[in-house]
Structures are given as C-alpha cells and as structure tokens.
C-alpha cells in the first residue's frame, strides 16, 4: 500500500521567507502527484499537478518537483506572504485513489 | 456546474440514526470519488465511481456505508447507524475519465454524530 509522509508537520517563518515542504512517498508506480491547500474548515484547492512523466510545474510562487525514482516531491513557496498561512497535503496517485499525506500546516507571521 | 458542490455543509445527527451526504460534480466529469477526513490527518479514500458502477469501494469501512450514483452524475453517500466514530468531513471530488487527471474536491459535509 502507498505510504505519503509530509515533513514538517508544522512551519512558522516570517513574512517574506522563502520555504520548501517535503513530501515523500513509498511506491513509485504513481500516475501523478497534485499538491493541495486546505484552509481551516474548508475543501482542498489544487495548487498543482505533476504527471509522472514531468520533473516540476510552477504557478506564480510556487514550484514543486518530482523526482519519481527517490519517491520525493518538493513544494517550494517564495516570498512568503500572511495569506500563504494554511494546511499544505500532498497526494500521490495510484491505482484507483489518491493518498494522502497528512499535511504540513504553514503559519506566516506579518 | 462551475465546481462541485457539497450539500449539506454541515449534518449533526443523533447516534443510530440515517444520514445522507450530496455531491454534485463538475459536468462532464465521469470519475467521482468521495473521501474522509478526521481532524488532523489526510483525507482516506472510500470509493470511487466510473459513470454509474463503483469501480472500486474498497475504503468503505464496513456495510454501514453505501453511495450510489444512478445517472453518473450526481452521487449519494448513505450511512445507516450512525456511530460517533462516523464524525469527519466527507469530502467529494470529480476528475476527467483518465489517470492523468487531478481531482476537483468540493467543501466538504462536515458531519457530526452526537
């Protein structure tokens, strides 16, 4: 069975940091990997989506990569903003499902 | 519609009894998955529809736990009993037919057993 394991679990960091989150994974036989953010009490938004194929997607601030053979993904956040403050998941797709992580949650202090 | 949407956002029901959570997916997705999350950790799967047959339920816990969806669109998840450890958000998302698709997850139904 798929294992996602997300370190750290919890972040602080000062306004206009950049950050990286880490998210690794135990079977490398994935379709893709999306990374999600969760905001208290709500849905998961997508942030992105690598296919197995890629080796990273950038929107904006963000840029996350795979490296499918070392079962590793990265989400690396620049210029850290308050409103970037939220529960990071990553999600690796195999077989029927996605699993899940269980998140890294962000704090940015202004 | 323009994404998925959830009904109801929130359930509170009394122990024993019968609920059933909504999820509408965005049109013209085929693949419907719904999940589970428990305070502090990721969401689990549960089930996931291709059109109308449930392609894989694997993560349901037990038969307590049943969804339909009739016309491969709209998809019903029906807890009967409901026991204290049924409290979670029930998440639901929709993708493309295919693999390489991501999901689209709606607000979730954020159900409480007391």
């Known amino acids: 069975k798929q294992e996602v394991t997300q370190i750290p679990a919890a972040l602080s960091v000062p306004e206009g940091e950049n950050l990286v989150l880490n998210c690794s994974f135990t079977?490398?036989?994935?379709?893709?990997l999306q990374w999600f953010r969760q905001d208290p009490g709500k849905g998961l938004t997508s942030l992105l989506l690598?296919?197995?194929?890629?080796r990273e997607q950038t929107s904006g601030r963000l840029n996350a990569s795979l490296d499918k053979s070392s079962g590793r993904s990265t989400l690396y956040i620049a210029a850290s903003q308050p409103g970037d403050s939220a529960t990071y998941l990553c999600?690796?797709?195999?077989?029927?499902?996605?699993?899940f992580g269980t998140g890294t949650s962000l704090t940015v202090i202004p | 519609g323009a994404g998925v949407s959830q009904t109801p956002s929130n359930k509170v029901t009394e122990k024993g009894k019968y609920v059933e959570l909504r999820c509408d997916p965005i049109?013209?997705?085929?693949?419907l998955y719904w999940y589970r999350q428990s305070l502090g950790q990721g969401p689990e799967f549960l089930i996931y529809?291709?059109?109308?047959?449930?392609?894989?339920d694997s993560g349901l816990p037990n038969d307590r736990f049943f969804a339909v969806r009739p016309e491969g669109s709209v998809s019903t998840l029906k807890i009967q009993r409901t026991e204290r450890g049924d409290s979670a958000v029930y998440l639901c998302?929709?993708?493309?037919?295919?693999?390489?698709?991501?999901?689209?997850f709606g607000s979730g139904t954020r159900l409480t057993v007391v």
């Open positions: 998302a929709s993708s493309s037919s295919g693999p390489v698709y991501g999901y689209t």
């Open positions: 079977d490398s036989a994935i379709y893709n």
């Open positions: 690598i296919q197995s194929s890629q």
């Open positions: 999600a690796v797709h195999t077989g029927n499902q996605f699993y």
């Open positions: 049109s013209g997705h085929t693949a």
């Open positions: 529809f291709q059109g109308t047959g449930a392609a894989d």
